[in-house]
């Protein structure tokens, strides 16, 4: 089964608005990456987040971490059309750290 | 570096048929992995090697599908036969043990099973 699971399914969003998606898992982890999939490509590489750390930055994206919950957020903030894409987190086990699962996905439509 | 590469970018074959995707992995890359992606399952892990042996295949659909990398520069997955549930589209992803877990994808090759 996937260990992560992104929410919401789909957001729609106009140019220079905030996008914000949520990701949750279900086992303790080393550390949570975040990925973009433009259609018909590869998956590409955002931002990582290490299990001790709460928030990260990178360019207009910030990421958040709760272990608590068991849960991380992916903000984008004025959001451009190129951003439209599907955004993924991905998560690997503790003990298994080269096993890296990924989530169901967010689909992001940014509006010009 | 021309990063993952792999081919066929597409295939359409006809089901009972032997199909084999094959990927490059970056150089002084030493992991490799081998995903599936289907709009119902979203993206899976099928295998992945460590030093070009295979650590964990248990995301292998059943004994038709079989991955192997004979050298640190090549892998292939091999589907013999072919169905039609087979169709999905099939990624390589490399990287180097030593770092922090980020993986580098391939384009992807695209099989539509008949």
């Known amino acids: 089964s996937q260990q992560g699971e992104e929410d919401p399914q789909a957001l729609s969003i106009q140019e220079g608005e905030n996008a914000t998606m949520n990701c949750s898992y279900k086992t303790s982890i080393n550390n949570l990456q975040w990925y973009r999939q433009n259609s018909g490509r590869g998956l590409v590489h955002l931002i990582l987040i290490r299990s001790n750390e709460r928030e990260k930055h990178s360019g207009r994206l910030r990421v958040t971490l709760d272990t608590s919950k068991k849960s991380s957020s992916l903000l984008i903030t004025a959001s451009r059309a190129a951003d439209t894409a599907s955004y993924f987190c991905a998560t690997d086990a503790r003990g298994a750290t080269n096993k890296l699962i990924f989530g169901t996905g967010t689909l992001l439509a940014v509006q010009p | 570096d021309a990063g993952v590469i792999q081919s066929p970018r597409h295939e359409v074959t006809e089901m009972g048929q032997e199909v084999t995707l094959r990927c490059k992995p970056i150089s002084g890359h030493n992991s490799l992995f081998w995903y599936r992606q289907t709009m119902m399952r979203g993206l899976e892990l099928l295998i992945y090697f460590n030093n070009n042996v295979p650590i964990d295949d248990s995301g292998m659909p059943e004994d038709r599908f079989s991955a192997k990398m004979p050298n640190a520069s090549f892998s292939t997955l091999k589907i013999q036969p072919s169905e039609p549930r087979d169709s999905a589209v099939y990624f390589c992803?490399?990287?180097?043990?030593?770092?922090?877990?980020?993986?580098?994808f391939g384009e992807g090759s695209r099989l539509t099973v008949l």
């Open positions: 992803a490399s990287k180097s043990t030593g770092s922090t877990g980020e993986l580098f």
